[in-house]
């Protein structure tokens, strides 16, 4: 049995503040500015808003996805032949063979979202992408926000501005709780307590 791949499958990742989501959405509008139908999805678990949003400014409207919703996002894949996919690490590794399929199928898949943790540790959907011989890996590294150097490649979670303990939940928004913030870190500076 052969295997045919006819599409693709893109994962743009690092740590914040990467431009992950901006080469998302930068791909995102060169095929749609071509007329190929195009759709971004995104998960519900994000409040933050209904848009893609680089950080740089570049914006892509998108749908929202309850976490477990697979049938939906399967809808979605068939009416669509570009697929962008933000904030990955929010959906469940169980989204990744449908997608892997769909780029079977002829189906460009461009996904985005953080690989690790604030602990560093991969998350599963990351991990599941990763996995999968025909993922194009696009990694960025961002600036560490402590020795300002081009190598961080962690995100650092700040409570009241201080490092957190490896024991508190793997996700907890920017903004939707006003204590929490984000640095992108390297190595060196990435600081989990406990
Ligand atoms: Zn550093």
């Known amino acids: ?11 743009f990742t ?27 999805i995104r998960p519900m678990t994000d409040t933050r808003s209904r848009k893609v949003e680089s950080r740089a ?8 996805i ?16 570009v697929i962008g996919v933000d904030e990955m690490q929010f959906f469940s590794k169980d989204i990744v063979p449908i997608l892997h399929q769909a780029a079977r199928h002829g189906k460009v898949i461009l996904t985005s979202g953080l690989d690790t943790d604030f602990r560093g540790l991969v998350f599963p959907s990351a991990l599941a992408l990763f996995s999968l011989p025909e993922t194009e890996i696009h990694r960025s590294r961002s600036v560490c926000s402590v020795c300002r150097k081009h190598n961080a490649t962690r995100t650092q979670r700040l409570k ?3 490092p957190v303990n490896r024991n508190e ?4 928004i920017e903004g939707a709780d006003a204590n929490y913030s984000y640095e992108p870190r390297c190595s060196d500076h990435h600081v989990v307590l406990g």
């Open 160 to 162: 009241n501005g201080q």
């Open 1 to 11: 049995m052969f295997f045919i791949m006819k599409g693709s499958i893109t994962f």
């Open 169 to 172: 939940p793997t996700v907890a």
């Open 66 to 81: 309850p976490d477990a919703d697979e049938q939906t996002v399967t809808d979605i894949i068939e009416r669509y032949d």
């Open 57 to 64: 400014g570049l914006t892509y409207e998108a749908i929202s």
């Open 14 to 40: 690092g740590p914040m503040f990467c431009g992950k989501t901006l080469e998302l959405v930068r791909h995102l509008q060169i095929h749609a500015a071509q007329r190929v139908p195009t759709v971004c």
